[in-house]
């Protein structure tokens, strides 16, 4: 009875508003939100902007651009899927450009110097997230937002986390972050859970390698979805002697 009342145009309209939502919701995707996340409590760590702060972000992330977990409808969108061919996920470009990929997302290439990406504003104005210091075992927390990906039925894919050598002048290849992965993160390892599963606050937690030396390390944050589709946010790390 209630389809019959509409006209042939309001149908179409709420079909195409349904299709719409349907859309979003299955081309969510994430990226870091954050790269050094800290607890006010870290007895009992959140990762909602009430619980906690961030002293450290991805290459030119935008400060206060959007609320979080919406990006992924910045303009350029963060989220940056790797090309699937070339041939292959895993020789592709391993930092966004902004051109290139499936997905091509916002620039996150290396600054020259390292620093320019992390002060000032980005091209649309807005100031950019400073960059993460730590020192050689120091514990770094990285934040994303789960985007519909950390509910049950949803196949749980972990989050790699990968370093460069010390003071790079180039972005690393794919395979070289590869050969170097430090830690493995459970994606779904989420907090502050709302019916809004798109804005699930998510993170994990661990420790640099000992055996750093001081200066400038790329970090990869990577993420596969599904066969073929990876997802990938980079950040440098200035890494000081205690």
């Not at 179409?12 to 800290?38: F, N």
């Not at 409808?73 to 041939?87: C, F, G, L, T, V």
């Not at 972005?171 to 590869?178: A, I, K, R």
């Amino acid at each position: 009875m209630f389809f019959t009342t509409l006209s042939k145009a309001s149908l179409a309209i709420l079909v195409a508003s349904m299709i719409l939502v349907l859309t979003q919701k299955a081309e969510a995707h994430s990226y870091a939100d954050c790269i050094d996340w800290r607890f006010k409590d870290p007895k009992n760590p959140s990762w909602s902007d009430k619980n906690g702060a961030c002293f450290g972000y991805a290459r030119r992330f935008p400060l206060k651009a959007k609320p979080f977990a919406k990006l992924d409808s910045d303009d350029p969108n963060r989220h940056y899927q790797q090309s699937h061919k070339n041939p292959d996920p895993s020789h592709s470009l391993a930092c966004s450009d902004g051109k290139q990929g499936e997905e091509p997302g916002a620039d996150e290439t290396m600054g020259k110097p390292i620093s320019a990406a992390y002060t000032g504003s980005d091209k649309r104005g807005r100031k950019v997230g400073v960059q993460t210091v730590s020192h050689p075992g120091g514990q770094l927390c990285i934040r994303w937002p789960a985007k519909n990906h950390a509910v049950p039925d949803e196949k749980n894919q972990p989050v790699t986390i990968a370093l460069s050598e010390v003071n790079p002048t180039k972005d690393p290849t794919q395979l070289q972050f590869l050969s170097n992965i430090i830690t493995n993160l459970n994606y779904k390892n989420c907090t502050d859970k709302g019916k809004d599963t798109d804005i699930w606050p998510c993170g994990g937690c661990f420790k640099l390698p000992t055996t750093l030396k001081p200066g400038n390390f790329v970090m990869q944050w990577r993420w596969k979805l599904n066969s073929n589709e990876f997802y990938t946010s980079c950040a440098d790390i200035d890494v000081r002697a205690k």
